[in-house]
Each structure stands twice: as structure tokens, then as C-alpha cells.
């Protein structure tokens, strides 16, 4: 039986990749930042395994993926052997923020490099982490977004370079 990482499969679209491999029989693992959310997809997930697959959700890790002490505190959670690992997590972090006036170069390194903390940081520290526990002939999949080769600012230029 695989066993699965999904960053950020609590909701959305990793909790969508979480369930297709949990209905193809593997076990997943999946991680976030919010506790609540990420017991509930647990628990949903369970829930998706038929008594004839072997598949289900292992577990979940809460951390910050883009916090490189957060990543390795959670390691313990995680599988002792990744067969494929999803960098899902991520999003446009300037969503909910007022806009960088003019001349204010700290503030927009601060968006760009929460932009790049977000979706690119998290997806290398991942990686990183869980490289010495890949199985052989592992996976990795990073999602990027259209925004790489039509967003703007900070957000595409982070999805860019995940997908480079």
C-alpha cells in the first residue's frame, strides 16, 4: 500500500487529490494549518475507504509548511516512508491585506515574500524534509496555477517558479 503526503489537504482542492488516493486504496497523510479542519477531513476521508481497499487516511500533521521549525517539529507525524508526496499548499496571501502605498518598498518585500513563502518556500521545505523517506521511484507533485504564466505580482511569480 502507497503511503501519501498532501500539504494543504484539509480543503479544497488537496482534499480532493486526498480522496481520490484514498479511494485508489492508498494511505494519506495530510497537513495544514488549522487543526480543526484537518481532524474533520480526517475524519471524511475515513469515511471514503471501502471495506474491500485497503486505502484510508493515516493521519494528519498541523504545521506551518512555509516555517522551516515548524516542518521539521512535525516530522514524528508523518510517514516513515513516502511513496508519493503532493506540494498542494499554498494561496494568494495579498487576498486579505490593504494595498502597498506608494514608495513603500518594505511592505511589498514583505507580499512578495509572503507570496513566496506560501507557495514556493513550502513546497522546498517539504521536499526537502521528506526526501531522505522516499520510497524508490517516489513522486513528487507541486501544483502550480494558470497565474504562472498570466498572474501579476507576487502570486505569479511565486506559482512561476513552483513550476519551474
Given at each position: 500500500?502507497?503511503?501519501i ?8 482542492i488537496?482534499y ?10 492508498d ?15 480526517v475524519s ?18 498541523c ?63 517539504v ?19 494558470i ?10 511569480a ?7
Amino acid at each position: 500500500m502507497r503511503q501519501i503526503v498532501v500539504t494543504g489537504g484539509g480543503t479544497g482542492i488537496g482534499y480532493a487529490i486526498a480522496a481520490e488516493f484514498v479511494r485508489g486504496g492508498d494511505q494519506v497523510a495530510i497537513t495544514g494549518r488549522r487543526e480543526h479542519v484537518l481532524k474533520e477531513a480526517v475524519s471524511r476521508l475515513s469515511s471514503l475507504a471501502d471495506g474491500d481497499i485497503p486505502g484510508g487516511a493515516a493521519g494528519y500533521a498541523c504545521f506551518d509548511a512555509a516555517d522551516p521549525v515548524a516542518v521539521s517539529a512535525a516530522l514524528p507525524q508523518l510517514p516513515g516512508r513516502v511513496d508519493v508526496l503532493v506540494n498542494n499548499a499554498g494561496g494568494n496571501t495579498g487576498f486579505d491585506r490593504a494595498p502597498v502605498g506608494e514608495g513603500d518598498l518594505a511592505g511589498l518585500a514583505a507580499d512578495w515574500r509572503a507570496n513566496l513563502d506560501a507557495n514556493l518556500m513550502s513546497a522546498v521545505l517539504v521536499t526537502a524534509a521528506l526526501t531522505p523517506r522516499f520510497a524508490p521511484g517516489a513522486r513528487i507533485i507541486s501544483f502550480s496555477s494558470i497565474a504562472a504564466r498570466r498572474g501579476a505580482g507576487s502570486y505569479g511569480a511565486a506559482k512561476a517558479a513552483v513550476e519551474t
